[in-house]
């Protein structure tokens, strides 16, 4: 090998090693790049907490009430049944167990679809209910009240505070609906301290449900706090009566008194 042919070999090997070099070093940049971006949103989440579901703005404009609206059907303690109602129905949840009123059903199957892209899974717990499972609802209630020593008399006044009786239930419409969360399957006022419950108080009027009984208007409703029980009047009436912050007793008054 002459001198002249040892150095230009010299000269490759340092310029194809600093080529390695220098790739390798924009390799490991381009890597760290890549997981400084992944993790700066999860680091950020995780600072910020979780995401807040909050009511879009609503002027009330627009609003006209119909008194014809059969969504709009008042059922309560002094209100009972006219007759038994036989609403057309459909199935509300995946599996098609709960029916509710065809209108509700679509409503609440968009609502629910919705709730699960913002991470909440929504678990419709009853819909729709025939006079023999109101009354076995209403008589079940009632028994835990007579097993507790409650009189018939003091059980029954009991029981219509939580369970109203089956020709005052509301769920007979086909427009009640009792919605917990896969985190939160049960049936008490605890559901108001979940991620579901913060999410239908945002966004279930902008589907057509509104809380039927809420905690500050019990004196209205007559019926205790229920967090899990939603009703469906149709989405304009949903955001003018949360809007009015009105119980639907007291909104309904107000409405037909002007
Ligand atoms: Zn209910």
Known sequence: MTREQYMRRKRLRLARNWALLILI????????????????????ALLAGPRSFEAASYSGT?????????????????????????????????????????EAADAYRQMSAAAAEDGVALVLSAGYQDADARTAAYEAQKQQYLE?????????????????????????????????????????TGFDTTRAYEWLTAYAAEYGFILRYPEDRQAATGVVFEPWHWRYVGTENALAIRASGLSLEEFLALQKAS
């Open 25 to 44: 070093c924009a390799a490991i940049v381009a890597l760290m790049t890549r997981g400084i971006l992944w993790l700066l949103p999860k680091a950020n």
């Open 62 to 102: 627009g609003y006209t009430f119909d008194a014809d609206d059969a969504r709009l059907i008042l059922v309560n303690a002094n209100l009972p049944f006219a007759g038994e109602p036989s609403p057309t129905l459909a199935p509300a949840n995946e599996d098609g167990t709960i029916q509710l009123e065809a």
């Open 148 to 188: 507790k020593g409650k009189t018939e008399e003091e059980a029954a006044s009991l029981s219509a505070d939580i369970q109203l009786p089956a020709e005052c239930n509301e769920h007979g419409t086909g427009y009640a609906a009792d919605i917990l969360s896969s985190d939160y399957p049960d049936r008490d």
